[in-house]
């Protein structure tokens, strides 16, 4: 239910998360499967700090030497000095928050490469034709990455499928569990398809298209912060049923 993406460029590989504590064999794996190393990983990038994402970064910058790009302000979350923050957008979100498993501690890390608001690194020195921008909305320092490929790689700026995103409705778009601004990530996801991403690769269910990703940009766009939104699948309907 929690994906990471090796994006494979002329010239090396850039990494999009670092899945939960305890992935980095899987990353392994998927380098091998493309004939490649760890030392053809020049790039790990991390979207945001919620530990699904960045549980393994520790880990894979060990092993890969490669370095590690986050936004300037998930950087006390990432190195332990803050807790992270977790704004639910509906019932499975707020029942989740009071789960062990999302406080998980993992190997905290200091990036080697921040971003600040508005700043955009260029990817081509790291082997892939592409840039990563500050994407804010599910979180202040959430990052994504675009590809000339006209794919995007968003992280948890929206999920798809049900709760974490299954394969069940995977091409149907939702909220994730956690957002902070909605509005702000509607129009991020607008303006990515107004630049012309035709694929959005997503950190739970996905990809959806950019026809999905419009059509539930414009429903974020009328929300207020930290509104709940119908949910399709709720305890409530489920008894009612
Ligand atoms: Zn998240
Ligand atoms: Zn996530």
């Not at 977790?86 to 080697?112: M, N, Q, S």
């Not at 990563?132 to 999920?159: C, F, N, Y």
């Amino acid at each position: 239910m929690v994906n990471a993406h090796l994006v494979e460029g002329d010239a090396g590989c850039v990494l999009v998360d670092a899945g939960l504590p305890g992935s980095a064999h899987r990353v392994g794996r998927a380098l091998e499967a493309l004939g490649r190393t760890w030392k053809d990983l020049e790039l790990i990038v991390i979207t945001h700090a919620h530990v699904d994402h960045a549980g393994d970064a520790a880990e894979l910058r060990k092993r890969s030497g490669a370095p590690i790009v986050a936004h300037a302000a998930e950087r006390e979350h990432l190195a332990g000095l803050a807790p992270m923050t977790y704004c639910p957008t509906g019932w499975f979100g707020r029942l989740f928050v009071k789960t062990p498993a999302i406080h998980e501690r993992y190997l905290r890390v200091d990036p080697d490469i921040l971003l600040s608001d508005g700043e955009t690194l260029d990817l081509s020195r790291f082997g892939v034709r592409g840039a990563v921008r500050h994407t804010p909305g599910h979180t202040k320092g959430s990052i994504s990455v675009e590809l000339d490929s006209r794919e995007a790689l968003v992280g948890d700026l929206l999920a798809s499928g049900v709760l974490l995103g299954g394969i069940v409705r995977a091409g149907h778009a939702i909220r994730p569990p956690f957002e902070e601004a909605p509005a702000t990530a509607g129009a991020e996801l607008e303006r990515m398809v107004d630049a012309g991403i035709q694929t959005f690769h997503l950190g739970h269910g996905g990809p959806l298209n950019a026809r999905e990703v419009l059509r539930h940009a414009r429903v974020l766009r009328h929300l207020r912060p930290g509104a709940p939104i119908p949910q399709r699948f709720s305890p409530e309907a489920a008894r009612a049923r």
